[in-house]
C-alpha cells in the first residue's frame, strides 16, 4: 500500500470480526509500535496481547470493575460490560511505563506510548486488518490496571481492539486542512 494512502486512509472500525492478525503479522504489528519516536530511548511502552479466554477474563474484569465503581449497576450493565471485551477478535493492551528522566518529563512518555498505539492503527490497516483505540473508564480504573499487572508507574494509553471490518468500514471524514493550519509571522 503507498504511504499516503495509508495515512489518509486510515479508518477506525468498530464493528469486527474474525480473523485477527496472526502471528506474523502481529510481529510486524509491534516492530510499527517499536519505531514511535522516543526521547532518549526510554522505551515507554509495553504491550498485551489478549485472545481467546483471555478476553472472557478481561470481560470479567471490566465487569468488577464496574461494580466496584457503581454498587448499583444491573445484570445487564454487567453483562454489557462483560461482552465489550469480546467485540474483537484481539485486543492489545498499550501501558506507558513512565520512568523518572531528567530531561523526559511524563507527558513526553505519554505521547511516545501514544504514537505507538498510531503506528499500530496504520499498521494494522497496511496489513488490511481494521481496528479502534478505546479507553472508556477501564483504561483509568486501578483495578483494570492492577488486574491486567500493571505497575504503580504504568498507565493504560489504551485498548486497541483488532479484527476484520464487520459489514462495511465508516465513510472518511472530509477535513480541510486550511482550517487547522496558521501560518505563524
Ligand atoms: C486516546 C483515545 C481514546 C479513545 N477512546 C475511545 C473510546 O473509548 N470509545 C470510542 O468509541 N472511541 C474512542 N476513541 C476514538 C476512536 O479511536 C476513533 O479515533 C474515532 O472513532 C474516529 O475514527 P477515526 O480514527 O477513523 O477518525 C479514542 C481515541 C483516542 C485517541
Not at 471485551?85 to 513512565?98: E, H, Q, S
Not at 512518555?109 to 479502534?132: D, N, T
Request: charged content about 25%.
Amino acid at each position: 500500500m503507498d504511504a499516503f494512502d495509508l495515512l489518509h486512509g486510515r479508518n477506525s472500525v468498530a464493528k469486527l470480526c474474525e480473523p485477527a492478525p496472526g502471528k506474523e503479522a502481529l510481529e510486524n504489528i509491534y516492530r510499527a509500535a517499536l519505531r514511535a519516536p522516543d526521547h532518549a530511548r526510554l522505551r515507554p511502552w509495553r504491550f498485551l496481547s489478549v485472545t481467546g479466554d483471555g478476553r472472557n477474563k478481561l470481560g470479567e474484569l471490566y465487569a468488577r470493575a464496574l461494580a466496584a465503581r457503581n454498587s448499583q449497576a444491573t445484570v445487564a450493565e454487567l453483562d454489557k460490560a462483560r461482552g465489550k471485551a469480546l467485540r474483537a477478535p484481539l485486543i492489545v493492551v498499550v501501558v506507558a511505563c513512565i520512568q523518572a528522566h531528567p530531561k523526559v518529563p511524563k507527558v513526553e512518555q505519554l505521547l511516545s506510548a501514544g504514537c505507538a498505539a498510531h503506528a499500530m492503527l496504520l499498521a494494522v490497516h497496511a496489513l488490511g486488518f481494521a481496528g479502534i483505540w478505546r479507553t472508556g473508564a477501564n483504561a483509568f480504573d486501578r483495578m483494570v490496571m492492577d488486574g491486567l499487572g500493571l505497575a504503580a508507574n504504568e498507565e493504560l494509553i489504551g485498548f486497541l481492539y483488532l479484527g476484520t471490518v464487520d459489514g462495511k468500514a465508516k465513510p472518511l471524514a472530509e477535513l480541510n486542512v486550511a482550517d487547522y493550519v496558521q501560518e505563524w509571522k
